[in-house]
């Protein structure tokens, strides 16, 4: 049950319609687990835990380093040499101390991404690469739970909602991995607050019941001529992660739908 | 009359344009053609040796991806928008 400080903190969307009590209430007994704290995993965990999400793991192995300013807004010049995780949980807990946060770090790779992920009500991508992204689409496909993927690159960024029997997974949309981005690849602080952010709208849609989740859409976003796109997708039959799993096989029931 | 965008690190293969104009256009793989006669290089991002679209490249018509449509046969009418979009990596 909220308390009387909590209904006061969360009123302005407390009174959102189709929210209310049980929306806060939700997100409070949400689990939720951010992969990586980089720049998107900054404003992601920033708005999820300003949101009341009750229980926020996030988990990055990385030290911050001066360029990764530019956008990692969850740090700052004093962070230089310190471990990402542990400056983004307390970070979040100095702005939310009603939540909790437990920050990993780590490297998500085959032998822990059962273990880390166990638990939890929904997988945030905020990873740099490829790999990790197919290794935690398969890991949400399996305990049936959202991942809400994001990418960026320069003022360009892409994000999409799976979840498994309700739309198409990674593989179906990116059947094979692009090579690592070098690490001067190009990208605006600003690209990964407007995907980031939209992830964190999509989580909380989610988690609260509320809205119409971005499923079977690759949405586009391009900040130099400003434009918006959907772009559909479809689920590969013979799909290696998430063909074998039926349409009807999710525990979803009638919330989640589709545009 | 046929816009054509390439999204993301494909973006400077063609001067950073937003869109290219093509006109009769008939195909996805016309396009991609006419693409690689304008800007040398766009092809080879695009397909691999044996002219097939990469795993990491989606090329959608008016949003609907081409692998649930007939891939580079695909025909194309005036009007449709054609986007070809490579995996967005970075986070
Ligand atoms: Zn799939």
Redesign the interface.
Known sequence: MLNEHEKEKYNRQLILDNFGLDGQERLKQARVLIAGAGGLGSPISIYLAAAGVGTIRIIDKDVVSLSNLNRQILYNKKDIGGKKSLLAGNKLKKLNSDIKVEAIAETIDNSNVSQLTAGFDIIMDATDNFQTRYLLNEAALKIQIPFIYGGIYGMEGALTTIIRGQSACLKCIFPSSPPPLPCQSPVLGATAGIIGCLQAMEAIKYLSHTGELLLDRLLIFDGLYMNFRKMKLNRNPECPDCGRFSSRDNKFGGFVKKP | MNAI?L???F?KLVN?L?EINFNDVSSISECINRLEDLYPGVKAAICDENGEV???I?I?VN???I??LEGLSSRLKDGDEI?I???????
């Open positions: 965008r999204a993301g690190k973006r950073g937003e990469l795993k990491i989606d959608f949003g609907d991806n692998r649930s986007d979009i490579s995996a967005f990596a970075g986070g």
